[in-house]
């Protein structure tokens, strides 16, 4: 075949020019950040139809079905307060235990869920994968959308423990709704993040728990945030407050608990989470989509 065309003026045309005024693409290209971020909303119905189908097969199976949405946390907050609180004793200095562990409880099981879940969203989808064409940042969307609706439920349930235990209704919990907002973004962005790269590196599945298990410790979860002011200072102490969680955590807590202390001032503590969401959320959307050639291959 030859190489080139003969255009109207008689000029020769390149195969590239050729396939560029028909509008012809090369197989596999990897469409530009713009397009590719359309080509998903274009496919959202798809994204909610399949977040549908993973939370009725996920609950679907069992007696209780979407009870143990609550029940989970729930049971969780009962047994740390029983080993931490009543057994080892970290609830001294903290007015309101209960709700201060609850509270740490739930906002990390909506983070941890999303890394566990998210980082299948890959290896558990390839006969869709390699059977379909779609934006392959529909299945760790799908699986955040799954987690979001969960931790909504969740925090209802939460704000009823609040109540119960003596906190009163004050304006700052109109915080919780940009709140949710920050974390759903931050956890959407971890969600892409540990789908890609548990897409190449399977043996990280089996890290995961133990990562998750470190990084609940080290986010003021269990015990009082003051622990770490008591035994840290310098870098180590600065290293541990910039934690996207316990930043989480303590600002939920900020909203719904009062004569809390919190590990920094509360406008230091949002603008900081405004800065690990956007650099979690666009990041793990960025790394994922540079991979969106190699999903469902090898």
């Given at each position: 075949m030859p190489e080139t065309a003969v255009a109207e003026s008689g000029t020769e045309l390149s195969p590239k020019e050729l396939a560029r005024r028909h509008g012809l693409t090369a197989s596999g290209r990897l469409p530009r950040l713009p397009e590719y971020t359309r080509q998903l909303w274009s496919y959202r119905h798809f994204i909610?139809?399949?977040?549908s189908?993973?939370?009725?097969?996920?609950l679907g199976s069992t007696k209780l079905g979407t009870v143990w949405q609550?029940?989970?946390?729930?049971?969780?907050a009962a047994v740390y307060y029983l080993i931490f609180g009543v057994i080892i004793g970290t609830s001294r200095g903290v007015d309101n235990f209960p709700a201060y562990l609850c509270i740490g409880v739930f906002v990390f099981q909506f983070t941890q869920s999303i890394v566990q879940t998210g980082i299948n969203a890959i290896t558990a989808n390839l006969g869709l994968i390699r059977a379909l064409h779609f934006p392959r940042a529909s299945l760790p969307l799908s699986v955040a959308l799954v987690e979001i609706r969960n931790f909504v439920v969740a925090l209802l349930v939460l704000i009823g423990i609040v109540l119960i235990t003596g906190e009163p209704i004050t304006a700052e919990w109109v915080l919780l709704l940009p709140l949710l907002a920050l974390q759903s973004f931050f956890n959407t962005g971890l969600a892409m993040f540990m789908a890609r790269y548990g897409s190449k590196n399977r043996d990280i599945k089996q890290l995961v728990p133990f990562i998750m298990r470190f990084w609940m410790y080290g986010s003021a979860v269990l015990y009082p945030v003051t622990l770490f002011t008591e035994k840290l200072d310098g870098w180590q102490l600065a290293l541990v407050e910039a934690?996207?969680?316990?930043?989480?955590?303590?600002?939920y807590r900020h909203a719904l608990l009062e004569n809390v202390t919190l590990a920094g001032a509360p406008v230091a503590l949002w603008i900081q989470a405004v800065v690990w969401s956007l650099f979690v959320?666009?990041?793990g959307f960025v790394y994922f989509w540079r991979g969106e050639k190699g999903y469902g291959r090898g």
């Open positions: 909610g139809a399949h977040a189908a993973k939370m009725t097969s996920s609550v029940l989970t946390p729930i049971i969780n934690n996207p969680m316990l930043i989480f955590i303590e600002l959320g666009l990041g």
